[in-house]
């Protein structure tokens, strides 16, 4: 079965520090990949989409993720984090239909 | 932002009556979905939709159904609601033009409800 998999429920790095979140997914073919961000009590925005191409996208925000095949993963970067990047952040994958499957989140928080 | 209503945005509901949900979409989009998000689950889809009157399941559609009449309103319905279904309810669209997968899901604002 498909599945997303992001192992760090919680995250907690310095204002300025470098940061990276993993993500791990479960899919037979060609996968459609996501980074969702939310904010406190607000919806999903998407940060970056990878569907073919170039292995590693740019993001808004500064954000930036790397698909690696051979892993299976899709790991969200960025080199300094702000204070405002604290939030909850979702990877996803697009399956067959258009249905998205979901990771559980982690929670990125940022010290001053 | 891409034009997506959910209403209601908060509800406070007793065990066992039914409650329905609403999204309301302005962008003509094809797809649709309903999700749940808990804590430690991430987002879970309960059913989704490819067209009109056009439905599916997803992974916890137990207890749920739903009805897409026209393009811009996808319904919700708990038919009897329980306190497992105390969740924050999110609807998505997405294009779904040509290839179903080479496009974004975009967000509506959230639902939060609650089964007393």
């Known amino acids: 079965a498909q599945s997303v998999t992001q192992p760090d429920i919680h995250i907690t790095v310095s204002e300025g520090a470098s940061l990276e979140l993993r993500c791990n997914y479960s899919?037979?073919?060609?996968?459609?990949l996501f980074w969702y961000v939310q904010s406190p009590g607000q919806g999903l925005q998407l940060l970056l989409k990878?569907?073919?191409?170039?292995?590693l996208v740019q993001g808004i925000k500064g954000f930036e993720a790397e698909f690696k095949r051979s892993q299976s993963s899709f790991n969200l970067r960025k080199p300094s984090v702000h204070w405002s990047d604290a939030a909850e952040y979702f990877c996803a994958v697009a399956i067959v239909t258009g249905k998205l499957i979901f990771g559980q989140g982690t929670t990125l928080q940022v010290k001053p | 932002d891409a034009g997506i209503t959910q209403s209601p945005r908060h509800k406070v509901t007793e065990t066992g009556t039914p409650v329905t949900l609403r999204c309301h979409q302005t962008e003509n989009h094809r797809y649709m979905y309903w999700y749940r998000q808990d804590p430690g689950h991430g987002l879970r889809l309960i059913h989704y939709s490819y067209g009109v009157k056009d439905t599916d399941k997803g992974e916890v559609s137990d207890g749920y159904s739903v009805s897409r009449s026209k393009t811009e309103d996808f319904l919700l319905t708990l038919e009897s609601a329980t306190s497992s279904q105390t969740s924050v309810y999110f609807c998505a669209i997405s294009d779904g033009t040509g290839d179903p997968m080479n496009t974004e899901a975009f967000f509506g604002q959230g639902t939060r409800l609650t089964v007393v």
């Open positions: 899919y037979g073919a060609t996968p459609y």
């Open positions: 990878y569907f073919s191409g170039d292995t």
